[in-house]
């Protein structure tokens, strides 16, 4: 199992932007993929970033164009930037090693850092 803390989340007005930070113990970071995933009120926990051992990038479209995902394998630590935020973007946001075909999370869940993007 492989344990996340995630940061950087907080309080935004629309158009604005924040940087979201997760880091993962254990040594098997560098190996395997990362996704950065999402809860708001009332609805299900949906991934919204993905980033393949290799640097592969894939969004939702919901995001695409505004959030882009990063990872530092030295560091064990994958990013999320998020620009032009929308209220709709409001939710709790998770990292995770991320099953690559099915998107599903493979470990525990993180506390989570809270985005609320209002004015």
């Known amino acids: 199992q492989v344990q996340f803390v995630e940061s950087g989340g907080g309080l935004v007005q629309p158009g604005g932007s924040l940087r979201l930070s997760c880091r993962a113990s254990?040594?098997?970071?560098?190996?395997?993929?990362m996704g950065w995933y999402r809860q708001a009120p009332g609805k299900q926990r949906e991934l919204v970033a993905a980033?393949?051992?290799?640097?592969?990038?894939n969004y939702a479209d919901s995001v695409k164009g505004r959030f882009t995902i990063s990872r530092d394998n030295a560091k064990n630590t994958v990013y999320l930037q998020m620009n032009s935020l929308k209220p709709e973007d409001t939710a709790v946001y998770y990292c995770?090693?991320?099953?690559?075909?099915?998107?599903?999370?493979?470990?525990?869940w993180g506390q989570g850092t809270l985005v609320t993007v209002s004015s």
């Open positions: 995770n090693r991320v099953e690559v075909i099915t998107g599903h999370a493979l470990d525990a």
């Open positions: 254990g040594s098997i970071f560098s190996i395997d993929a």
């Open positions: 980033i393949t051992k290799v640097g592969n990038k």
